[in-house]
């Protein structure tokens, strides 16, 4: 007879499951087992950054990243990227270890109920209180991550279980598949019916279909039935913005392009979106006018009738749903018209007005420099076929969402329903660990930097070759209308990179910008992470002034 410990047992899981790596902050029971295993263990300088590791590799990949980190205080300081994760609806995996079974509600040192405290962060939280359900227990895991709507699960594991064994002929595991459902056929019925009665209808995609990896399906429904599309902040890149029916994002961080085609639509199919309303001063959401007749197709029905009152719903994957849609359209008989080359001149016509509007700001040669010129000479200077870019939140989100023309799905990865800051450089890293042939880039202010910028050395030391753009406007952005006291900064953070012996340029020329970023990449092809300081002005016009009306 032969003993498996519960640790065993896990590892023997995450192997079957492809786990690789894992991103991690000590101490943690897995970390010694994963490492002999040959599974490759990241060490981070803090737990939030490893969440945000394997949450950036969740995204890029469409696999479940897995962070480890200690229990109490370790859980405590993981719990903004696991909150964020949340928000995002990132289906990744964290373990936590907990004091021994016998102390649990004792208030030990270290204490922290995560099954109390993270339920409202997670899909699904649990404790593995008895070696022998490990492979139920991860069986569980793996199918809430895997079906459904996604969200991050975290399992806990008291150091004494961690160490318990059980009759090896009780491990019985196989890799989880996951499952997704289709539309109601009625469903899907009427709501084409609806959709091609339509005079000016509007397609509003979500990062649902990012994860349905249905972008294909929505390029090809986009051309049938010829309408524009318009997709979240966190969908961003799931339809090319280059293509004539592409309106680019909307809500805060969206162009006027959005604006306009949002207003005269008459009908919104929403796919994968959760149709979030919030407020008029947060960046999600485009706000819907009430005179608009709603379509949503979610994979959770708790999306459903949320925020605003829906005409036709469907529940389904979609992929799914798409593909049911594609075939629904064909086999209804109404026409569906020739509206194609007079809208995609119309989109074309709207873009060069807004591009012509804001192209001053785009292309100056102001001194500090602009930031808006920096979005614009990056994404003028990647191969945008084989690079990844992300925002970090505040105004490197509004400067960038807007102008930075994603064209390959995951392209770029959007994301601000729970903005915590600093979280583009461990999701920089995590999208570089799920496509290490691509360039990926994170552009984040000082103020992001100083809440995550030692982790640009775990960058360095596992060589994980990203650049890093920091536009340094010496302070925290907008803040220095709201609260002038409290908003100025300092720092060379160049030398910071230097420090920590990654390739580093601080750039105060604007017409300088366009070599560091290909000096910088030439860098990470050599395997060295890249920072690149940008010296920048405040810049505090948005997109903001196309939306804020639409708020009620």
């Known amino acids: ?36 295993a040959g599974v490759r263990t990241i060490l981070t300088r803090q737990e939030r950054v490893a969440v945000n590791i394997a949450d950036g590799y969740t995204r890029v990949s469409f696999k479940s990243g897995v962070a480890l980190v200690a229990g109490g205080v370790g859980i405590e300081n993981a719990f903004p990227g696991l909150s964020q994760a949340f928000a995002d609806l ?79 002929e009780l491990f019985d595991y196989e890799p989880v598949k996951g499952w997704r459902c289709a539309g109601d056929p009625h469903d899907i019925k009427v709501a084409v019916r609806a959709l091609l009665s339509a005079k000016n209808p509007l397609i509003y995609a979500g990062e649902g279909v990012l994860y349905a990896q249905a972008w294909n399906e929505l390029k090809e429904f986009a051309e049938l039935i010829q309408a524009p599309v318009m997709t979240t902040l966190k969908g961003k890149s799931v339809f090319p913005e280059n293509h004539p029916l592409s309106v680019g994002n909307g809500g805060r961080t969206g162009s006027k392009v959005a604006s306009y085609f949002l207003r005269k639509a008459d009908l919104i199919f929403a796919i994968g979106a959760s149709l979030t309303k919030g407020l008029p001063h947060t960046p999600i959401g485009a706000p819907i006018p009430k005179d608009k007749t709603i379509i949503q197709s979610v994979v959770d029905e708790r999306d459903i009738n949320r925020d605003y009152k829906v005409d036709y719903a469907i529940i389904g994957d979609a992929k799914l749903v798409l ?102 450089l461990g999701g920089a890293m995590g999208a570089k660990l799920a496509k290490p042939e691509m360039t990926v880039v994170n552009v984040m202010g000082d103020g992001g930097f100083g809440m995550v910028g030692m982790d640009f050395e775990t960058a360095v030391r596992e060589k994980i070759p990203i650049i890093t753009i920091v536009l340094n406007n010496s302070g925290l952005g907008t803040y220095f209308k709201w609260t002038p006291s409290t908003s100025r900064l300092s720092g060379d953070y160049a030398k910071i990179g230097e420090a920590f012996g990654g390739y580093n340029e601080k750039v105060e020329d604007p017409d300088e910008v366009v070599p560091a970023i290909k000096r910088a990449e030439k860098a990470t092809k050599s395997g060295r992470a890249a920072l690149l300081e940008i010296m920048t002005k405040v810049e505090t016009e948005f997109q903001t002034k196309y939306w804020m009306d639409l708020h009620y």
């Not at 991103?23 to 490492?35: G, Q, V």
């Not at 007079?342 to 420099?369: F, H």
């Open 1 to 36: 007879m032969r003993f498996l410990k519960a640790v065993e047992a896990i590892v023997k899981i995450l192997k079957m499951e492809g786990v690789e790596f894992v991103s991690c902050f000590p101490p943690n029971t897995l970390i010694n087992p994963l490492a002999e």
């Open 323 to 424: 593909k049911q849609m594609i075939e629904e359209v064909k086999s209804q008989t109404k026409p569906i018209g020739n509206r194609g080359e007079e809208l995609a001149e119309e989109i074309r016509a709207v873009k060069e007005e807004w591009l012509n509007e804001w192209m001053p700001k785009l292309t100056s040669n102001e001194v500090p420099i602009n930031p808006l010129r920096v979005v614009w000479d990056l994404m003028h200077t990647l191969d945008r076929e084989n690079a990844i870019v992300t925002h970090d939140s505040g105004c490197p989100r509004e400067h960038l969402a807007a102008f930075y023309e994603a064209i390959i799905p995951r392209g770029y990865i959007g994301w601000g329903h729970h903005s915590t800051l600093g979280y583009s």
């Open 90 to 168: 990132v289906p990744m995996l964290l373990f936590t270890d907990q004091s021994p079974r016998y102390r649990i509600g004792a208030r030990p040192v270290q204490d922290f109920d995560s099954l109390f405290t993270l339920h409202k962060v997670t899909k699904w939280v649990e404790r593995i209180n008895l070696a022998y359900r490990v492979p139920e227990l991860m069986r569980r895991a793996y199918t809430y991550l895997r079906s459904g709507r996604p969200s991050p699960v975290v399992l806990e594991l008291p150091v004494d279980v961690a160490q318990e064994e059980f009759d090896d």
